[in-house]
């Protein structure tokens, strides 16, 4: 029952932050992130860089392949969603991880034999709307308050440089002071 109500919350939240972004996906791919969020609770990170997997994606067995694929695109779109202004203190930027993340999904879409037609579709969709879904994720984490205080500094210069709607609306809601002249970005 644990793992119904942890789909539950992830799929309210998200359906939460797909409306209050104005996107909207398919069923299977709306599913898809669901168990993605799901399963990424209980993950176990891979120090191996994602080029190198989706590198040794190309050369695996078909079996292998699809889970090398799956965990390049998962990777990269949980980074890059749930933990993007993170990657600003790095030399790799979220552009990379959308990239590879994209690459990876398209690549699991033309798999045919593979995969049955509703996950090929959903892949097919996410790695199409890729950075879209990324600024869900980041609404997404928002609304799971994922933020620690560290983050603070650098969410508000990611959103001084952009004015991000998102990131001015994860700053308020952490206490901080938006002058009104950014508010307009």
């Not at 939460?16 to 669901?34: G, M």
């Not at 067995?61 to 790095?90: M, Y």
Request: hydrophobic residues 45%; charged residues 25%.
């Amino acid at each position: 029952m644990e793992i119904a109500s942890v789909e539950l919350y992830f799929h309210e939240v998200l359906t939460s932050a797909l409306r209050s972004e104005n996107v909207k996906v398919k069923d299977a791919t709306e599913y898809y992130l669901v168990h993605l969020l799901c399963n990424y609770t209980r993950a176990q990170l891979d120090p191996e860089p994602l080029a190198l997997k989706l590198i040794h994606a190309a050369e695996a067995l078909p079996a292998d392949r699809i889970r090398l694929l799956q965990e390049v695109g998962d990777t990269a779109l949980t980074t890059s969603g749930l933990f993007g202004e993170s990657l600003s203190r790095r030399t790799i930027r979220v552009d990379y991880y959308v990239d590879l993340g994209r690459a990876a999904y398209a690549q699991l879409a033309a798999t045919p034999k593979l995969l049955s037609a509703i996950l090929r579709d959903a892949c097919s969709e996410l790695a199409e709307r890729f950075p879209r879904l990324v600024d869900v994720l980041l609404c997404l984490r928002s609304r799971i308050n994922l933020a620690v205080p560290s983050d603070l500094i650098e969410l508000y210069e990611r959103w001084h440089a952009t004015g991000n709607r998102v990131l001015e609306q994860r700053l308020r809601q952490s206490g901080v002071l938006i002058p009104r002249i950014k508010a307009s970005h």
